[in-house]
């Protein structure tokens, strides 16, 4: 008998038939309510109450989650309960909220397993209450009656029809667009109860049975590689029709076995996180079927976490990011990076794939793929946006990756041209033609390819047609300029300016970077002061001293990280200044105003520190924000991609928000593609997302720090010398050039 009698022991015994979901992991987010928190302690997706003299175990009003006693691994959640007549008590589980993954909820019942050490009887069971996203409920449905007696140390699965679900509120309802699910006093037996709550999720009660088959076959090929506090455990599977999960199995004597986690269908990684170094940890890993019967075991791979040096744990966190653009994070038809996974695996984003494209050369130029593998990645990229629609020459937001229609995300009005987004496109592939720039057919004609597309692009007509001083952000062929969002700076955009002087065939006035990019005007001042709420620094340069750092160029202290990156990692801004400031050194600045307040924390935030710290664009406990370091947008989430795309600015700052991102918060942040979206620790939530715009300025950012690679090879074209001539860029004095390392300007120069 294989070594899995500890935690699985209990997990297994008496398990019913299971019936779940299709294959694909989109299609496993349309049945999930719960399968596993993030965090070890309370799940932020929950919440309980109760009413004296009733008793609910909810320490910070969160439900408890439970480590030792589980159907799906690592966790469950633990109702512990004592009803009394005359209080209440309730137990809420939310659905987990996605970017771009509005509910959708497929299937006609209720499904849940349970589980207690004590025997509960129908009678003590409590009630279930369903709600929706638009907060309309239904009646109490008494547990019991479809569970029936629970036995003591038995997992027993509940189905209740939905239909079952009346309506109590004004509304009717609507489960496929489910929120909650409640847990609620029932029969106030004035006893202590617990019941352990695993694999919420709707489905269809009655599905056909599979055929007579053989075992689902094992995954193949286990490989398994340590790093300091994980291990990366990968393999091969052709995800089988009745595919339900992966488990994944460690040892750590080599022979006792013990569930770690589960992996959903068409991902074939999982990220082990050991915690500690010198952990010699063994793995196995089985395929689960619809009716959760296990496969064959795998064959075996063994890995040791180690110490490792800085320069090590640099090359661990590219290799992982980068891993994004080219598993899950790519659309298998095109290449192109999807939005955020998981979200909808549809949605694919032009201003990402553009970064995409540089952290595909890194991972060339670091060899975790051949150069025969990113040349073909990109071909394809470059073959699909040849395709895709183009708004004189400008490609939209958002795409579908398979019929590359333009998808209009933000609504109605967006459905033209992003010349913003295509800025960031052109960046990358611009180094990538640089990079390929090799003799073979291919190579060559990948060269010719993107030169064409380069050369198409009108930035011109984004004047409003080419007859304003300033470049406009969106145009639809249906809605004109009816966004009217004008490009003005200081922020993420200053490489559409560049660019757009740049162009060999559309290009615009080189004035325009003075009245548009930087402008004067009525226009561009009220456009600064809209966004930031101050006047400080409405005028392009700013001038005043913010966490004792100066800030010349930017609005108010300087906004969200991300404008000294998208820009910048292309776009070498070492030992060269306009007539405003070197934006290396204004980079710099700003980012150390960002370190600066996180480390003052004037909100009080838990966790934040001289290692806790990156205020940037990304979603939080409520939706999407670009944070900053001011009172008004910052709520405590922190963003690992504001600090760890920060290392050419702040580089010792930086090494030390990966160690805490990666030694402290691993085992709730760390996943199969580095840091998560996001996190905020004073409401102890973790995003389940990884973003398209996060890990790419990771690895890219960290390579420019380390190499210089992705600078070298953009400044290297030789539309952008000219361009910064006609803007007015000069070399910095000696002292300033020799601090900034060395400037490409001057080496292309």
């Known amino acids: 008998m294989r070594g899995v009698l500890g935690r699985i022991c209990f997990v297994l015994v008496c398990l019913f038939s299971i019936q779940s979901f299709a294959v694909s992991d989109g299609d496993y987010f349309n049945h999930i309510v719960f399968d596993n928190s993030l965090t070890p302690d309370s799940d932020y997706y929950t919440a309980g109450q109760s009413v004296f003299p009733s008793l609910l175990e909810a320490p910070a009003g969160r439900l408890p989650v439970e480590d030792h006693v589980f159907l799906s691994p690592p966790n469950a959640i633990r109702l512990k309960w004592q009803s009394v007549a005359g209080g209440s008590w309730d137990a809420e589980v939310r659905a987990v909220s996605m970017r771009n993954r509005p509910p959708d909820f497929r299937g006609d019942t209720l499904m849940f397993w349970c589980y207690s050490p004590q025997a509960i009887t129908a009678g003590e069971m409590p009630n279930v209450i369903l709600l929706d996203s638009n907060f309309d409920f239904s009646v109490a449905l008494p547990l019991g009656e479809f569970l029936k007696d629970l036995p003591a140390g038995r997992w027993v699965e509940a189905r209740i029809p939905l239909a079952r679900f009346a309506t109590a509120s004004v509304q009717q309802l609507d489960l496929h667009l489910l929120h909650s699910i409640y847990f609620a006093q029932n029969a106030a037996d004035n006893k202590p109860h617990t019941l352990i709550v695993d694999e919420i999720r709707i489905d269809q009660d009655s599905v056909p049975e599979p055929e007579q088959s053989s075992p689902l076959t094992p995954p193949q090929n286990v490989q398994a590689k340590g790093y300091e506090r994980h291990v990366d455990v990968r393999w091969d599977s052709e995800d089988p029709a009745d595919l339900l999960h992966y488990m994944i199995y460690r040892a750590t004597d080599g022979k006792h076995f013990r569930p770690v986690g589960i992996q959903v269908p068409g991902i074939h990684r999982f990220a082990d996180y050991t915690g500690i170094p010198s952990t010699k940890a063994t793995y196995e890993i089985v395929a689960v079927d619809r009716e959760y019967r296990q496969s064959a075991f795998s064959n075996t791979a063994n890995a040791t976490t180690h110490v490792m040096s800085d320069d090590e744990l640099l090359t661990m966190l590219q290799e992982e990011t980068f891993r994004y653009y080219w598993e899950a994070g790519a659309h298998p038809d095109s290449g192109m990076t999807l939005e955020n996974y998981p979200g909808d695996h549809r949605i694919v984003a032009t201003g990402a794939t553009g970064f995409g494209i540089m952290a595909v050369i890194v991972g060339v130029e670091r060899h975790f793929i051949s150069y025969q593998q990113g040349l073909e990645r990109i071909t394809e990229i470059v073959s699909f946006l040849e395709k895709a629609p183009r708004y004189h020459g400008a490609w939209s937001h958002f795409n579908d990756g398979g019929t590359a229609d333009t998808l209009p995300l933000f609504g109605m009005f967006d459905n033209g041209g992003d010349i913003v987004e295509t800025a960031f496109l052109m960046e990358g592939l611009l180094a990538a033609r640089q990079y390929f720039n090799g003799t073979t057919p291919a190579e060559h004609g990948l060269y010719e390819r993107i030169t064409h597309l380069w050369e198409a692009v009108d930035w011109d007509w984004y004047r409003h047609g080419g007859q304003n001083d300033a470049l406009y952000w969106h145009w639809s062929p249906e809605w004109s300029w009816h966004i009217d969002h004008r490009l003005t700076g200081f922020n993420e955009a200053m490489i559409v300016y560049l660019l757009a002087i740049a162009s060999p065939t559309h290009g615009i006035p080189a004035d325009l970077y003075y009245t548009g990019w930087a402008g004067q005007s009525a226009a561009a001042k009220q456009y600064r002061a809209g966004w930031s709420g101050t006047s400080q620094g409405d005028t392009y340069t700013n001038g005043h001293i913010y966490e004792g750092v100066k800030l010349d160029v930017g609005v108010g202290s300087g906004g969200p990280l991300f404008f000294t990156q998208y820009s910048f990692m292309g776009f070498d801004p070492r030992g060269i200044h306009d007539r405003y400031t070197d934006y290396f050194e204004n980079n710099r600045s700003l980012t150390l105003i960002n370190y600066e307040y996180c ?68 085992d709730r942040l760390w996943g199969i593609y580095g840091p998560r979206d996001a996190f905020n620790l004073s409401h102890n939530w973790f995003s389940p997302l990884y973003m398209g715009l996060d890990q790419a300025p990771i690895t890219v950012m960290v390579e420019n720090e380390r190499t210089g690679l992705i600078w070298k090879l953009f400044m290297s074209n030789p539309e952008i010398r000219p361009m910064l001539d006609k803007i007015g860029f000069q070399p910095d004095n000696e002292s300033r050039v020799a601090s900034a390392k060395k400037s490409h300007w001057l080496i292309f120069r």
């Open 599 to 666: 480390v003052r924390n004037p909100g009080k935030f838990k966790g934040y520190g001289p290692d806790d710290w990156g205020l940037t664009a990304s979603d939080d406990m409520l939706g999407y924000l670009a944070h900053s370091p001011d009172e008004a947008s910052d709520n405590g989430t922190i963003t690992p991609t504001g600090a760890l795309a920060s290392f050419p600015y702040t580089p010792k700052k930086s090494m030390d928000a990966l160690k805490f991102f990666y030694r402290d918060l691993g």
